[in-house]
């Protein structure tokens, strides 16, 4: 009978020493995972990232030679102010096929935004549009990105969308919403501003 005992009381504690440690695990388990996103964002050097065609990046490099004069009357570069009550469209023809369409009410006043290509190709990233001001929106915009200059000759459905993060220096990927082959353009929204680059 003691022997029953002895065993029965073994047993509870080594369930109970596996039911405590197993605890344990779990807590240290998920505290790392608090920063979920920052554990799903890539370095530069972790990402392929695509170039423009070489012959479209000499002609921004042409571009970036007049960088300091009028930038209204210079290709891949477009601003507009948008009114808050009315929303608008910042780029199009003159950004080749990169634009931002802004709803009513996305942000609290009237704002000048511009959107611009990155130039030239950049040694960590590739071929990026910048769209500025840096900011958050208080609705998502409808995000199109063009890559039809692009030096990629595959399924443009395996191409990502990433964003730059400058706080921490890491890219994150965009979900996709729409791929248009037939106007060479990928789709995204986003409730904020950065730089986005594509990659693979």
């Known amino acids: 009978m003691k022997r029953l005992a002895l065993i029965s009381g073994l047993i509870i504690f080594a ?22 996103a920052i554990e799903k964002g890539l370095k530069s050097e972790e ?45 199009g023809e003159k950004t080749y096929g990169n634009m931002v369409e802004f709803p009513a009410y996305c942000f609290p006043e009237a704002k000048r935004m511009e959107i611009m290509l990155v130039l030239p190709n950049q040694e960590n990233s590739g071929a990026t549009v910048e769209f500025l001001p840096n900011q958050k929106f208080d609705k998502n915009v409808k995000v199109t990105l063009s890559y039809a200059e692009l030096d ?4 443009p459905h395996q191409l990502k969308i990433y964003y730059f993060d400058e706080e921490d220096g890491i890219w994150y990927n ?21 730089r986005y680059g594509w990659g693979w």
Do not use: M
């Not at 300091?68 to 009315?86: F, Q, S, V, W």
């Not at 990629?152 to 399924?155: P, S």
């Not at 979900?175 to 501003?193: C, G, K, R």
């Open 15 to 36: 369930v109970a020493i596996v039911i405590f440690t197993g605890c344990e695990k779990n807590v240290s388990f998920t505290e790392p995972s608090a920063n979920l």
């Open 47 to 91: 990402i392929n990232f695509v170039k423009w065609k070489p012959e479209f990046n000499a002609k921004l490099e042409e571009v970036k030679a007049f960088e300091n004069l009028n930038k209204t009357a210079l290709p891949g570069i477009d601003y507009k102010i948008i009114e808050r009550e009315k929303g608008g469209v910042v780029g």
């Open 152 to 155: 990629f000759n595959g399924d």
């Open 174 to 194: 965009v979900p996709i919403a729409e791929v248009n082959t037939d106007n060479q353009t990928i789709v995204f929204y986003t409730n904020h501003f950065t």
